[in-house]
């Protein structure tokens, strides 16, 4: 089976996902053909943003995120191959990774249209549409984020 993975850009929840996923693929069966990572849209700002996930995981969460999201994207800066940021799983098991602003956009929808995918697996905050959801040769599978 062809999986293509829809996941939001953030490396708290959904490296441990991902790796999860790829460790319990039967790889003479299955296989990841490649990660979108979608763009959060943050439509009351990001300072909006920050205070919201301030008052959720309070000042030392907060800290322990900003820090650990930080020194991901060094290592991302560097291409390293790790399996601690979604980059770096997508480096080490050598799976195409892009982004897009809208899973729904045509240059996005056309790409997946290359790829024979059987199933999407969704785990990010868009809403998929028609076109989209009939890309797939069995299902999209939404997880929710």
């Keep these: 089976m062809r999986i293509y993975c829809v996941l939001s850009d953030e490396n708290l929840f959904h490296p441990r996902y991902l790796r999860g ?40 969460g907060f800290l322990f995120i900003a820090f650990n999201t930080a020194w991901l994207r060094f290592l991302d800066l560097f291409a390293l191959k790790h399996s601690l940021s979604l980059r770096g799983i997508a480096r080490r098991y050598r799976i195409p990774l892009s982004g897009y602003a809208s899973v729904n956009s045509r240059e996005h929808l056309e790409y997946l249209g290359t790829l ?5 697996l969704s785990s990010q905050g868009q809403i998929f549409r028609g076109e989209l959801l009939r890309l797939p040769n069995i299902a999209c599978i939404n997880r929710h984020t």
Excluded at 30 to 58: C, E, M, N, P
Excluded at 116 to 120: A, G, K
């Design 21 to 60: 996923l790829l460790q319990n693929l039967d790889t003479e069966l299955d296989r990841v053909v490649g990660i979108t990572l979608s763009k959060d849209r943050h439509k009351k700002g990001f300072h909006y943003f920050l205070k919201q996930q301030l008052a959720l995981w309070g000042p030392l």
């Design 116 to 120: 024979n995918v059987d199933v999407v």
